[in-house]
């Protein structure tokens, strides 16, 4: 990442995961005068006219109607207001799902060369080794024909984390998860006064890790047009040009990269596997090349592509 030192004032890679990131947005937020956090509150309708959005959210069996401006929906995948306002979200889900085994077990001390974030490609079982501070996260993908109770059985778990790294003791497991992986996009990311943002607008699968990357950028890039606008009398159709940027990158750039990934781990044909493993040489031993790659997968030259979209 050193590479990028002229691009970035950060030239290196964070691992900080979702749970933690979210604490410190709460701690920030709840610096901010004019903004009002409510916990355990749950959309069930949105309403809009020419003036105004109303979201009516239920909490604590209240029913309760909040009035505004505009709505960001950063609901997650599975966006109920994506649903109350029939945006499709269009894409495809894989056949396979993905496995996400968390362990406290050292794989440094026995793997030579780890780096912190490791995508193992094999013809058989490809794998992702990530480390976060306490634990190594180890992603695996199922076979179609497994039911869940097959992966999920400690028999499975040990014989997939056992053909990683075969040992004498089985592995003890912090986490794990198994979830279906999908490669979509809202086919619009404005109705009107209501905006798509993150995971609500776009999904994909996580080899990169763009998914909450790619929501950050959305909301940067949102909330600059919706302050222009509100705060500097920009006009009103300046807000349109956030779908226009953020859905192109969703489209070419997040779901095309991730999909790339993953293929790109999973390819069984020898031929194409060396010619693979021979331009990721080829790239990492030529600077030149090696910046524009990690420029590419560090999500910078979206930003700038982005930027050029009128
Ligand atoms: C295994 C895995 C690894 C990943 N790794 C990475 C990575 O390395 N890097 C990366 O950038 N991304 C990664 N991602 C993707 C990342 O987790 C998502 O892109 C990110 O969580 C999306 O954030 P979000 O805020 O848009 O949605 P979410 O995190 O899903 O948050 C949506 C929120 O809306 C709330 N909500 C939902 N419905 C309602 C309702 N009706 N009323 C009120 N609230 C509601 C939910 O409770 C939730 O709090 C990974 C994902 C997975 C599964």
Sequence with gaps: MQLLKDDVEHPFRLQ???????????????????????????VKDVLQDQQRVQLTVTHEHTEITHQGDYLIAADGAWSVIRQLLQIEF????????????????????????LSYVNYCSDPKEWCVLLRVPSLW??????????????????NSVQGRLQHLLNRSQDYVTVHRTLYKVHQRVAKTFRQNRVFLAG????????????????????????CHKLIDVLLNG????????????????????INSNTARNKKLLEETDPVIRKNNQLELTKIAQNSKLAREYLLKTSMIDALERAEAII
């Design 16 to 42: 900080c995961e979702q749970w933690k990131m979210t604490e410190l947005i709460l701690r920030q937020l709840k610096t901010l005068s004019n903004v009002r956090i409510h916990f355990n509150a749950q």
């Design 90 to 113: 269009e894409g495809f889900t894989y056949p396979e799902r993905f496995l996400v085994l968390s362990t406290e077990f050292e794989y440094a001390d026995h793997l030579p060369n």
């Design 137 to 154: 996260r180890v992603l695996f993908p199922t076979r179609v024909d497994e039911s869940d109770e097959e992966v999920m059985s400690e």
């Design 199 to 222: 995971d609500c607008a776009h999904i994909n699968n996580p080899l990169g890790g763009m998914g909450m990357n790619g929501g950050i950028h959305d909301a940067h890039n949102l």
């Design 234 to 253: 920009l006009d009103e159709s300046h807000l349109d040009r956030y779908e226009r940027q953020r859905r192109t990158i969703a489209i070419e750039y």
